[in-house]
């Protein structure tokens, strides 16, 4: 279910295996402690989403990273789509729940592009060389040795992006004064709202299913039978003014898999790259959204899917 931004940096560079998720998507805790043993102590990482950019799902980070710490390995969370939603609790009592890693996106938190953090050790950063070399990441160089600086400024190449820094310090200060958890609390609502008003459109598939009491954030994927993602999203657009995203969200693999979608039938993709490719709609809320713009929302999905034809 991860993000190409949380596998593809991985391939070629480790022993990477995937934990499977189950019919509806969600990631399965019995595969990844079968796969911890299975390796028997190997495994260094573990690096798992916070929240699903597909179907919104919240992984049980805590519960992952007491399965990692048991068998020896250490847990990185890709956090871009869960910080700007809800509390993230680094170190909760229970050391053995403790993330060691977390990964975010400025531009997920309304703040402008360009800037990401990762927070973790400063110790663990003063060891090898680091990942991009450059301008400021070396305090003395010859052309025989080189001795870096010390963390964050080894791991920081080139003229820094202060203006970009400057807006996420200024964007976590706005969320931390509305307060995290009424951020949650709010988004919570809007979603359990647009998914009851989509769940009454007959046509539409939905593919996320978790109940109004489980932990989520606000996304909502779906397709309407009889016409086609970018068709829909096309059509919200320019009779709403509706923005909506279409397509795979980079996890090919996680929609994929979602949409049921055979090894022989990629392989057909692969070899006609102009063909329509398979995706999905996605709704998605932050805490600017309110609930007439669903009511807007869902009055048009139900036209587009009363009448496909119409508007194909």
Request: with cysteine; charged share 20%; proline share 6%.
């Given at each position: ?5 949380n596998d593809l940096p991985w391939r070629n560079k480790f022993q990477v295996d ?141 003229s820094p992006n202060v203006m970009g820094v400057v807006a996420l310090i200024a ?121 007439s713009e669903i009511d807007v929302v869902a009055q048009l999905l139900e036209r ?9």
């Open positions: 279910m991860e993000h190409h931004s995937y934990v499977q998720t189950d019919a509806s998507g969600k990631l399965s805790l019995e595969d990844l402690e079968s796969k911890l043993i299975k390796h028997k102590g190997n495994v260094k990482l573990v690096t798992v989403t916070g929240a699903s950019n597909v179907t919104g799902y919240v992984n049980p980070i805590h519960k992952i990273a007491e399965l990692a710490h048991r068998y020896r390995a250490k847990i990185l969370v890709d956090g871009a789509q869960l910080v700007p939603h809800t509390a993230v609790n680094m170190k909760p009592k229970n050391a053995l729940q403790h993330i060691d890693y977390l990964a975010f996106s400025a531009h997920k938190m309304y703040a402008p592009f360009g800037t990401g953090v990762l927070i973790g050790p400063k110790e663990t950063f003063r060891q090898g060389i680091p990942e991009i070399v450059g301008g400021g990441t070396a305090e003395t160089v010859t052309h025989d040795w080189v001795v870096w600086e010390n963390p964050p400024h080894n791991e920081e190449a080139g964007a976590i200060k706005t969320l931390t004064a509305l307060g995290m958890e009424n951020i949650d609390h709010y988004e919570n609502q809007l979603t359990n709202y647009a998914n009851l008003k989509l769940k009454s459109i007959p046509g539409i598939t939905l593919y996320s299913q978790t109940s109004i009491d489980e932990p989520r954030i606000g996304v909502i994927p779906f397709n309407i039978q009889g016409i086609t993602h970018e068709r829909v999203a096309t059509v919200l657009s320019n009779q709403a003014g509706i923005a909506v995203r279409t397509g795979c969200f980079c996890t090919q693999p996680y929609i994929q898999r979602l949409l049921a979608i055979s090894p022989k039938h990629m392989e057909f993709y692969r070899k006609n790259v102009d063909a329509p490719r398979p995706g999905v709609v996605r709704i998605s809320f932050g805490l600017y959204n309110d609930f587009i899917s009363k009448h496909p034809t119409t508007y194909s």
